[in-house]
C-alpha cells in the first residue's frame, strides 16, 4: 500500500515500497574519509573517497529528505572515551598499527582520537551531516545490527527494504548489509554512493551482492537513477 518505486536494479529490477524504505548511510565519518583519521592511520590513501562518494550520497539523502522515506539512519563507528566497548583485538591486538596510531590516540591535532565519540574527527564529514529527525546510530563493529538497537528501530518503524550506501564498501557496508538480509531486509546498494580505499574490493563486494540471483541484494549503478525513481 503506498507508493511504490521501481529501480532498475541488478540482478533484476526491484520495487520499493516508500512507506517502508530506510536509506542507511554507513560511517560517513571525518575517520574514513579525512586525513589524519581512523582510515589513515591504518595505512590507506584516504583522499579518493569524498569524490567518488559524497556527491551520490547527497543525492540520495536529497532525494530521501523530499519524500519522506520511513527514516533516514546514519550509522557511525565510535567508542566510548574509556574504550570499554572496544575489544582488545580491535584496540591493541597482533593485527593493530604502531601503538601510537591506534584507536584513542591522536593521529591529527584537530582530528582529536581516533574513532572515540565526541571527537571532531568522529563527526560526519559536512555534506553527510544528519539533520534533525533523522536516526544516528553509534556502533562498536563493522556490522550496524552488531550491539546496537538498529533492529528495532527498523521493525518499529515497519522497514522493510534498505537503501544503503556510505564507507568502506567491502568491510562496514558489506558487513551491515549482510546482518541486514539475515534479518529479513531486501538491501539496494547504491554504487556511486559507496566506496573502498581499495577499488578492486569495491567491484568485488559489488559483483558478490548481486550474483546468485542476489545472495545478499540489489545494486544500482547510479545515486541519480535511484533518486528519480522514487
Ligand atoms: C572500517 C568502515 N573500514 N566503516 N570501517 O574499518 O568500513
Not at 169 to 182: G, H, I, L
Amino acid at each position: 500500500e503506498g507508493p511504490i518505486a521501481k529501480v532498475n536494479t541488478l540482478p533484476k529490477p526491484v520495487s520499493l515500497p516508500l512507506k517502508s524504505t530506510a536509506l542507511v548511510c554507513i560511517d560517513f565519518q571525518k575517520d574514513f574519509l579525512d586525513v589524519g583519521g581512523f582510515g589513515h592511520a591504518l595505512g590507506n590513501d584516504v583522499t579518493k573517497l569524498a569524490d567518488e562518494c559524497l556527491p551520490g550520497a547527497a543525492k540520495l539523502l536529497e532525494a530521501a529528505r523530499n519524500l519522506p522515506l520511513a527514516a533516514i539512519i546514519h550509522t557511525k563507528e565510535a567508542h566510548l572515551e574509556d574504550l570499554s566497548d572496544c575489544c582488545e583485538m580491535k584496540l591493541s591486538g597482533p593485527r593493530c598499527p604502531p601503538e601510537d596510531k591506534r584507536i584513542g590516540k591522536v593521529l591529527a591535532e584537530g582530528m582529536g582520537r581516533l574513532l572515540v565519540d565526541g571527537s571532531p574527527g568522529n563527526d560526519f564529514v559536512d555534506v553527510a551531516k544528519p539533520r534533525d529527525g533523522e536516526i544516528v546510530v553509534p556502533k562498536p563493529g563493522k556490522g550496524a545490527f552488531f550491539l546496537t538497537g538498529l533492529n528495532e528501530i527498523l521493525r518499529a518503524k515497519g522497514v522493510s527494504h534498505l537503501i544503503v550506501c556510505g564507507v568502506t564498501t567491502e568491510v562496514c557496508v558489506q558487513t551491515t548489509m549482510r546482518e541486514a538480509n539475515d534479518r529479513g531486509y531486501e538491501c539496494v546498494l547504491v554504487e556511486d554512493a559507496t566506496a573502498s580505499y581499495i577499488p578492486k574490493f569495491k567491484a568485488a563486494t559489488i559483483e558478490m551482492v548481486r550474483s546468485q540471483g542476489g545472495i545478499v541484494g540489489y545494486t544500482v549503478e547510479k545515486a541519480e537513477d535511484l533518486a528519480r525513481a522514487l
